[in-house]
C-alpha cells in the first residue's frame, strides 16, 4: 500500500496547481507534463514507458480526484473523503489481483476493469488511499500547514505529527519564527 499511497501524493503534488513552498505552483504543460509524468511513475510494470497526451491528460484529472481526497481528510472531514474514494473506486472498477514482475514475489496490486494507464494508477492510488480511511492512520493524510503552501503528503513518522510536505516549508517556518521572536 505504501507504493500506491506514495505515488497519490507524487501524482497530486505534480499534477495539480497551487502553491508549493511559498511559491505559485503550475504543473508543467506538453512535453514535460509526460515527462514528469513517466517521472513520478517511475517504477513497476510501466517504467520506462513514455506517457501519452491522453494519458497525461486523465492523469491530470486521476489528481485533481486524489487532490479532493487530501483536502478532506486535513479538514477532518473523513466522510467526504471516503465518498470520494468510494466513488472513484466505483469508477475505475478496482478489482484485487496478485502481480509479480521486475524480479519481485508475488504481490498485491489493484487493477481496474479498463486497463488504460490512467484507470490502472486511479484504482491503485484510490484503494490505498481507501486502505489509509479505513484504519487508524486516517489522520497520516495531510496537506502542509506551512504559509503559501497546500502540497501533500502521507505522515509515515513513528509519532504521527508530521505538518509539512517537505523539510523546506518545515525549515521556512521554524526560521520565521525565529526571526518573529528576535524582532
Known amino acids: 500500500m505504501d507504493t500506491v499511497v506514495s505515488a497519490a501524493v507524487r501524482l497530486v503534488n505534480t499534477l495539480t496547481p497551487g502553491m508549493a513552498q511559498g511559491r505559485a505552483y503550475s504543473p508543467p504543460e506538453g512535453a514535460a ?10 517504477t513497476g510494470a510501466d517504467r520506462g514507458r513514455p506517457v501519452s497526451r491522453p494519458e497525461a491528460a486523465a492523469l491530470r484529472e486521476v489528481a485533481a480526484d486524489l487532490r479532493s481526497v487530501f483536502d478532506a481528510a486535513a479538514r477532518g472531514d473523513v466522510d467526504s473523503a471516503a465518498r470520494q474514494i468510494n466513488a472513484m473506486l466505483t469508477r475505475t472498477g478496482a478489482r484485487p489481483q496478485l502481480d509479480r ?5 508475488w504481490h498485491l496490486h489493484f487493477h481496474s476493469a479498463e486497463e488504460s494507464l490512467a484507470t490502472g494508477y486511479a484504482a491503485g492510488c484510490a484503494t490505498g488511499l481507501a486502505v489509509v480511511l479505513g484504519s487508524e492512520a486516517r489522520d497520516r493524510l495531510g496537506v502542509c500547514s506551512a504559509p503559501r503552501c497546500n502540497r501533500v503528503y502521507i505522515d509515515v513518522s513513528r509519532n504521527g505529527t508530521r505538518r509539512f510536505c517537505s523539510t523546506a516549508c518545515q525549515s521556512r517556518v521554524k526560521a520565521a519564527a525565529f526571526r518573529a521572536r528576535q524582532a
Open 101 to 105: 514482475h521486475d524480479g519481485e514475489p
Open 33 to 42: 507534463l509526460r515527462a514528469a509524468i513517466t517521472a513520478v511513475l517511475g
